[in-house]
């Protein structure tokens, strides 16, 4: 079964630093998200993309985010300046149809 | 905007019982679908079972099954013979299709099963 692959799946990095989380969706997904899960707690909607643009953002996706398919089968999110109020887990998610997401396995980001 | 309550922080069930977790939701769309979500320790988010608003029977798949009450805007996960890989925090969603089709989840219930 085709699969969301996300990299790398725990990232350490210092406050400040700037991070990229990747993914590759499945190929024939045409809406690609990003979600956040703070320890304990409940996913959160970032973002999601669609036809190379943004479609939503959430208020917690601020200018410190950013996302972009660079090459159409990579799909990123970028930190610029990482807080300690960042460490969650990423989740990278895409869609078909009304059929329901396909989501990665995470990747783990701690900043400290 | 959607909201999802989960009002069950935690449950617990012996093995091969039958356990019903419970989610109330609120929106004002009447297109929209229903997802139970589970995450095992590994935190990957698994789909365990998918109901679309308009369709007035229950899904279910295998020993997972819902109970969608539209009108009370209730949409409750069954699981029948209850297994130790079932443990795990499930998570309820709700879709609004459109151009972002986000889902919004629920704060999660934490299944434990026992022996």
């Known amino acids: 079964e085709p699969e969301v692959t996300q990299t790398p799946s725990h990232q350490v990095t210092q406050m400040g630093q700037e991070v990229i989380l990747r993914c590759v969706p499945i190929s024939n997904h045409l809406y690609f998200y990003w979600y956040r899960q703070i320890l304990g707690q409940k996913v959160e909607f970032l973002v999601s993309?669609?036809?190379?643009?943004?479609?939503?953002k959430s208020e917690i996706f601020d200018d410190q985010f950013s996302v972009e398919r660079p090459d159409g089968s990579n799909f990123t999110l970028k930190i610029r300046s990482t807080k300690l109020e960042d460490s969650a887990m990423y989740f990278c998610?895409?869609?078909?149809?009304?059929?329901?997401?396909?989501f990665g396995s995470g990747t783990r980001l701690t900043v400290v | 905007a959607q909201t999802v309550t989960q009002s069950q922080p935690e449950m617990s069930v012996q093995e091969a019982e039958t356990v019903t977790l419970s989610c109330t939701y609120d929106?004002?769309?009447?297109?929209?679908?229903l997802f139970w979500y589970k995450q095992p320790p590994s935190r990957q988010m698994i789909l365990v079972i998918r109901?679309?608003?308009?369709?007035?029977q229950n899904a279910t798949e295998n020993r997972f099954s819902v109970n969608f009450q539209k009108a009370a805007k209730s949409f409750s996960l069954k699981i029948s013979d209850s297994q130790l890989g079932d443990a795990a925090m499930y998570f309820c969603?709700?879709?609004?299709?459109?151009?972002?089709?986000?889902?919004?989840f629920g704060t999660g219930t934490r299944l434990q099963v026992t022996l």
């Open positions: 998610a895409s869609i078909w149809g009304r059929r329901g997401y396909t």
């Open positions: 969603a709700t879709l609004i299709p459109g151009t972002a089709s986000k889902l919004t």
């Open positions: 929106t004002s769309e009447s297109d929209y679908y």
């Open positions: 993309f669609y036809n190379n643009e943004i479609s939503e």
């Open positions: 109901q679309e608003a308009y369709k007035q």
